[in-house]
């Protein structure tokens, strides 16, 4: 079983910054892929970013330029940097990561961080 635990949400004025980390442990075999996502009051939850164990990454285009994805496949982590945040970026953060547990496909998902941003 795979398990992903996040930090780093929190409360922050429109124009700062955040860092959210996500770390995966467990019975794991390798990580094809991490990313996270998000989910506002009321909305479905979407794509944010996502970053290949290659290093391929992809961004929704709400936060190009703004947000940067990282990993440490040695350490299986991801990290999300977070830069100008406006109001609307405001979610719960959802980790995500897919990959093989022995044979086995896993795909898991985080608690959920809370980020809130005033205007």
């Known amino acids: 079983q795979v398990q992903l635990v996040e930090s780093g949400g929190g409360l922050v004025q429109a124009g700062g910054s955040l860092r959210l980390s996500c770390a995966a442990s467990?019975?794991?075999?390798?990580?094809?892929?991490m990313g996270w996502y998000r989910q506002a009051p009321g909305k479905q939850r979407d794509l944010v970013a996502s970053?290949?164990?290659?290093?391929?990454?992809n961004y929704a285009d709400s936060v190009k330029g703004r947000f940067t994805i990282s990993r440490d496949n040695a350490k299986n982590t991801v990290l999300l940097q977070m830069n100008s945040l406006k109001p609307e970026d405001t979610a719960v953060y959802y980790c995500n990561a897919q990959g093989y547990s022995g044979y086995r496909v896993f795909g898991a998902w985080g608690q959920g961080t809370q980020v809130t941003v005033s205007s």
């Open positions: 970053i290949t164990s290659g290093g391929s990454t």
């Open positions: 467990g019975s794991i075999f390798s990580i094809n892929a």
